[in-house]
């Protein structure tokens, strides 16, 4: 089993940043690829980022790329996200996840991760 914690939402104005921390216990967390998922009421669950497992490699939403910076420190077992230029529509619960072993090309897909956080809520005010 591996344990996801969240931290670091909270609410914000457009076009400010956020920093959220993802902390992982349980199994070797450099074996976990991670990534970033986020829901908004009323929609379903949508891929914000994702890292490997050494962190070499990383892959974004479109409607994130160039704003939010997905990073991973193996040594403290915990994933990032850092989010700039925030805005309105990027309010949502943000939830990490963890996968074990190699990324595969359906990374996108909430049904690919095993293990998720409890979630932090990020508001981003107009």
């Known amino acids: 089993q591996v344990q996801l914690v969240e931290s670091g939402g909270g609410l914000v104005q457009a076009g400010g940043s956020l920093g959220l921390s993802c902390a992982a216990s349980g199994r070797t967390f450099s074996n976990y690829a991670m990534g970033w998922f986020r829901q908004a009421p009323g929609k379903e669950r949508e891929f914000v980022a994702t890292?490997?497992?050494?962190?070499?490699?990383?892959y974004y939403a479109e409607s994130v790329k160039g704003r939010f910076t997905i990073s991973r420190d193996n040594a403290k077992s915990t994933v990032y996200l850092q989010m700039n230029s925030l805005k309105p529509e990027d309010t949502a619960v943000y939830y990490c996840?963890?996968?074990?072993?190699?990324?595969?090309?359906?990374?996108?897909?909430?049904?690919?991760?095993?293990?998720w956080g409890q979630g932090t809520q990020v508001t981003v005010s107009s």
């Open positions: 890292i490997t497992t050494s962190g070499a490699f990383t």
């Open positions: 996840a963890a996968v074990a072993g190699l990324l595969s090309s359906d990374y996108d897909l909430p049904s690919l991760y095993d293990y």
